[in-house]
Every structure is written in C-alpha cells, then in structure tokens.
C-alpha cells in the first residue's frame, strides 16, 4: 500500500507492506493526522507471486466405494447445566405444592375471592349488580378474583390452586434469573433451591388467593430493574417494573411495603459505587413512572377503593399478639433465609472484590426479610404472617445465593469446591422436609364438607336471607344462591343489597350488637348457623333464638368443631 499526498508539489510517498497495515488501522485519527501529515491513502494490489509447490505432494487416496462422501451433520446445541439445575428446583417445588391442592376443602379467603370473581364474571357478561366489594376487600376485586374464578370453572378449586402453583413456579424462575444477573449461575441456584422449599413458598403454591399472584408480579419488577441496569433502553426497563409494582399492588395493596426495595434495586444495581448518577437517574424515573401510574389508578377507582385501602392495610386494628411470638414464628418460617442473606452480608466486607455498591444491595435485600415480621409486630398481629413472610424470603434468597456462591469460591482446590458445593445442596434437603411439614400444618383448617352436606339443602328449599357464621365457604360452594341472601357476624345484607351493621372500629371485628338483634327478634333470616367463634354477639343472638319458637335448631361437625343451625319453620 502507498500513501500519496493529494499535493504534487510536495508529492510525499509512503509505503506501507502488509505487516504493518495492522498497526495502522489501530492508529487513532489524531495520530494519523500528526504522524501523516497531508497524506492520501492509495492501495496498491500486491504483485501476484505463483504459489510454491509443496515440498512433498501426498498421494491421493480415493474412498474404496464410489459413493460421495456424506456432508458433516451440524451439532445441536447442548444443554446448558443451568438450565437442568432450574428445571430439578421447579419440578421439586411443584411437587411439594401438588400435594396440598387436594388436601382439604376451601379456606375462608379462597372461597371469598373466587365467590366475588364469579360475581364480577356475571357482572362484566349480563350486568349482574354487584355487592361493594371494594370497600372491604385487600385487594382490587377486578384483578385477581376473576382470573381466579376462570381457573375454577375450569378445575373446579384444584385449578384455582394450580394457578398459583404457576404463579409460585415464575417467582421461582425470576429469582434465578435475577440473581444469575447480579450474582452467577451458582448463586442463583442456591438462591432459588432454598426459596421454593420453604413451608409459606409451598403452602402459596397451594393456595387460591391474590398472594401468588403479588408475589410474581413483585419478581418481575425485580428483574426488568436488574435488566435495565446494562444498556441504553433502561427506560423502557423501568417502566415495565414500574407497571409490573403497579399490578402487584393492585392485587395485594399490602405489597406495596416491598416497592422501596425494588426502587433501591433499580438504583444499586446499576452503580458499583454509592452516590453514582446512574442511579440517581435509574431512581427519579422508576418513581415518576411509579407515582403517575398509582395517582392515575385511584382517580379512576374512586373513593369505594379509597375507603378499601384505608380499612384493609393503612388502619389495620391494633392484635394482641406479642411481638416476640411474631418474630420467633417468622424465624421458624424463614429463619435460613435471613441467617444465609446476613452472611453474605459479611462475606461482601472480605475479600479482594470488595464493592460498597454490592454491600449496600445486599444490606437492602437482607432488611427485606424483616420488613413483614417488624410491621405486624408494630400492629401485633400474627393473621396473614405465614403468607406474609414469603415476600421478603424472596428478596432474601438473593442475598443467601451470594452468601453460598463466595464460600464455595473462597476454596482453592476444585475438588474442595466441588465437595461443598454438593454439601450445601444436601444442607437444602432438611429445610425442605421441614417446610412440608409446615405447610401441611397451614391447611390444617376444619373439613366444610359435612357442613355443606347438611347446609345445602335447608338453603336451597328456603328462599329467606341467611345468617352464616362464615359465610365465604358456603358462598362458594352453592353457587346457586343469590348472593343478597348471604350475611355473616360481620354484617347483614338487606334486600337491596346494602351492608347494615358492620363494626365502625375494624372490618374485621364482629357487627353491632344491637343492629342483629333488631333483625333476628323480627324473625328476618330464614336461617342462621353459628359456630361461636365471634364470642358475644353469637351467645346474644343465641339467647333470642331459644326463646323464640318460630325456630328449630340442629348441629352439624365442622372438622373438629360444631355448627348449630337455626331453622324457621316454614309459615310461622
């Protein structure tokens, strides 16, 4: 190659052989601007030089049959371990959860939901009115109780269930994903293997409620924060976890406690240093995203929502548990998980690869953990705790992962590596054993089936409102029934379907007194089944019914315990 200067006058040649036109192309602009001055670059084709013979020619070998000879057949990809470790983590969790779908009969809170998502279905499709359920519900009632009714007609409660299997099962799979992005493969591994096998993880996979479905719309909000961290469309990250945050809230407003700690994702984990820019900017766009999308969903709900938000999670009435009970119960549950978060923790100050940024995303993942146990300890209440716990288990695995990934990774030797590896995986085997049991004692509820054996037909063959200790079961399981039929200790619903009665301190106190003496004294309900477990106000209104012969009374078992039912005998 020759440089020519475009100036004949000062008609500078340069040549350049083969060997160092490398070197020139890895010149920068400026360089070549001062080292060739006023140059043109001419490419001149090398002189063509016949190829020497080869020293010694080998002699041609031809195939023995005449037959050509067959293309080289492409090789498939193999399969990366990765994603078998993943699939043996998920089949494990999905077994323990399957277990439990067919273990017992309805919990209060499933028949409640996929109750209200039968209601909203015939509401959206013939206009059915619909009772106020978003003044009492945790929950927005169109999200999750209508996807949850589907699956049911579907599978009866077994396929409500098996939904939120499948909603446990993309946690899980997000997790991994999660943390293999900030932390390796081997770490998200760990990571996901202690988290789908702890006792509230399995009984969720089991479990027909909104909780499911929160916690994966939580693990996706945690991904794309994470995934935004590298490249230049991390806007459009951002405002994908800022929409997912959004949907979890809607369907569990109490989720909302975990939404500072998927904005402190999204910051930390694109700054390897505290105070960066980056995240500072990954920070105010997540939380105008954030904010927009929740002020603009509470203009559109209205107030009836307003009112929900404020009764089920902002003014939650004050328990009498201790909070020592609550915090041993949420270490019993997820004691490993916060042990392991706290230790790589520590294990993030050691070492050659310190990093303030990893530190501080850690410190924030492990305080995740205990963000539930310390706000029902403040309100001293265990209800929900068992369900509760799996939320900051989630963002606590991640922690844990790392924790297991740099002790394995401080042994020199390969087969010391190995060798430990295979002993914390063997370590896992004890905290799943011990999270079925627990599970197995979350569904330890009363069996409603004789219950409902004895309750459906004095219901179908009377046409009066009925009074229901708990009605939410039986509301379920006959869903023939108009559902202005149905009042519970909690309140009454009146012909026009207005609630009348209900405690003004708490929705989930016991109704006014006063109010269920006015309509069992007029001999309002057709009938009414107690199982006193609302304490005064089922021995007054027991009071009245003994006294008034308008009513008959038998019993029936519910589990352990008895259900009295009151009969107004007909024409009286």
Partial sequence: MRLDSP??????????????????????????????????????????????????????????????????????????????????????????????????????????????????????????????????????????????????????????????????????????ATTARLMGSRAAFFAAAVWAVLGPVQRLGAFATYDAMAIFF?????????????????????????????????????????????????????????????????????????????????????????LGIEATTLSRALGQQRPADIALLSWQWTGVVLAAAAGGVVLSLTGTQRRAGRTLLLCLLAAAVLLVPAEQARIHTATSLDKHVAFGAWFGAIAAGYAADRLIAAMRWSLVRAELSVAMTLAIVPVAAAGAVQARQFFGWPNASAFIRALKPLAEHSSGPMLIETSSVAEYYLPSLNWQRWSNTFSITTPSGQSVGYSTRSITDPGQPATYRKYVSADYFSLIALNYSSGRLDLQITALLKHNPAYRVTSVAYGKYRYVIWQRVPGR
């Fill in 218 to 306: 939580l693990a996706v909000a945690t991904w794309c924060a994470v995934r935004a961290s590298s490249g230049r469309a991390y806007a459009r990250w951002l405002l994908a976890a800022a929409a997912a945050v959004i949907l979890a809230n809607a369907a569990k407003y109490a989720s909302a406690i975990f939404d500072p700690v998927v904005i402190g994702v999204a910051g930390l984990a694109a700054c390897p240093r505290p105070g960066g820019k980056r995240a500072a900017a990954r920070w105010t766009v997540v939380l105008t995203y954030l904010a927009a999308g929740i002020i603009a969903l509470l203009l559109i709900a209205g107030h009836s929502y307003e």
């Fill in 7 to 176: 100036d004949p006058a000062a008609a500078t040649n340069v040549e350049i052989g083969e060997a160092e036109l490398e070197d020139f192309h890895s010149l920068s602009w400026t360089e070549m601007a001062h080292t060739l001055p006023a140059t043109r670059v001419v490419l001149t084709p090398a002189p063509l030089v016949p190829d020497a013979p080869p020293a010694s020619t080998p002699p041609q070998v031809r195939p023995e049959s005449g037959r050509p000879r067959q293309p080289a057949r492409r090789r498939l990809p193999r399969p990366r371990p990765a994603a078998g470790l993943l699939l043996a983590v998920l089949t494990v969790q999905a077994l323990l959860s399957l277990r439990l779908v067919w273990s017992n009969t309805a919990y209060q809170d499933e028949g409640l939901y996929l109750w209200a998502g039968r209601l909203e279905w015939q509401h959206w499709l013939h206009g059915m009115p619909l009772p106020d359920l978003q003044a009492y519900f945790s929950g927005a009632p169109v999200v999750y109780p209508p996807l949850g009714a589907a699956a049911a007609a579907v599978g009866g409660l077994a396929g409500a269930r098996v939904l939120s299997l499948v909603f446990m099962l993309g946690a899980t799979s997000l997790l991994w």
